[in-house]
């Protein structure tokens, strides 16, 4: 995993969301940036751009055509990019969600770091990011501290019936509970009012 600037990945963001959008390959902006993008902690780690499985040869390649190192993982599910140090994956299968027209149309437009681009949509972030737990990499610190920081933003019953399916999401939700992060099932809070990240 990549670990730069702040501003390198601003930079790099930059240059990639040009890059496929001048070539018309649709892509959403996912994990840690997208949950900054709302009010979560900073990164410091790879970018996360979601795409449609039929669209990820043509994304590499406009990538590369940028000036970016390609690379095809053993991994299935994701190309990766090179910008210098700078780490993008290219995610077209990530686990538990079907890249589909519906996903990209749950997105939301923002600006980010001055440039507009599409957002996955929060709870299809989390959603992916529960499920990719497993055995070798249960490290629930990192997810705890986004949601704890978007707290009043999740649909919390909704991302309990996407991710049931894992035993470690369930893990999580007995953590977030009891840090006091997530209601408890059934539970509402009230007068909860969504935080969001200016950014200019």
């Given at each position: 995993?990549?670990?730069?600037?702040?501003?390198?990945?601003?930079?790099?963001?930059?240059?990639?969301?040009?890059?496929l959008?001048?070539?018309?390959?649709?892509?959403?902006?996912?994990?840690?940036?997208?949950?900054?993008?709302?009010?979560?902690?900073?990164?410091?780690?790879?970018?996360?751009?979601?795409?449609?499985?039929?669209?990820?040869e043509?994304?590499?390649?406009?990538?590369?055509?940028?000036?970016?190192?390609?690379?095809?993982?053993?991994?299935?599910?994701l190309?990766?990019?090179?910008?210098?140090?700078?780490?993008?994956?290219?995610?077209?299968?990530?686990?538990?969600?079907?890249?589909?027209?519906?996903?990209?149309?749950?997105?939301?437009?923002?600006?980010?770091?001055?440039?507009?681009?599409?957002?996955?949509?929060?709870?299809?972030?989390?959603?992916?990011?529960?499920?990719?737990?497993?055995?070798?990499?249960?490290?629930?610190?990192?997810?705890?501290?986004?949601?704890?920081?978007l707290?009043?933003?999740?649909?919390?019953d909704?991302?309990?019936?996407?991710?049931?399916?894992?035993?470690?999401?369930?893990?999580?939700?007995?953590?977030?509970?009891?840090?006091?992060?997530?209601?408890?099932?059934?539970?509402?809070?009230?007068?909860?009012?969504p935080?969001?990240?200016?950014?200019?």
């Open positions: 995993m990549a670990d730069e600037s702040f501003e390198a990945i601003e930079k790099t963001l930059k240059k990639a969301i040009a890059a959008r001048e070539a018309e390959v649709p892509v959403l902006l996912g994990g840690s940036l997208a949950i900054w993008a709302r009010g979560g902690p900073e990164t410091r780690h790879d970018l996360d751009f979601m795409l449609k499985p039929e669209d990820a043509r994304a590499l390649g406009v990538l590369a055509n940028a000036g970016m190192r390609p690379e095809k993982p053993p991994e299935a599910w190309y990766k990019a090179w910008d210098e140090n700078v780490l993008i994956d290219l995610i077209f299968q990530p686990r538990g969600l079907e890249m589909t027209d519906e996903v990209f149309e749950r997105g939301e437009d923002r600006e980010v770091l001055s440039i507009s681009a599409r957002l996955m949509s929060l709870e299809d972030v989390f959603t992916t990011k529960l499920l990719a737990i497993e055995e070798h990499s249960a490290n629930f610190s990192g997810v705890l501290l986004m949601t704890r920081a707290r009043e933003q999740i649909d919390w909704g991302l309990r019936e996407r991710t049931r399916s894992s035993p470690f999401a369930k893990a999580f939700f007995v953590l977030a509970e009891e840090l006091g992060i997530a209601p408890r099932t059934g539970e509402r809070r009230e007068g909860a009012r935080r969001v990240r200016v950014v200019e």
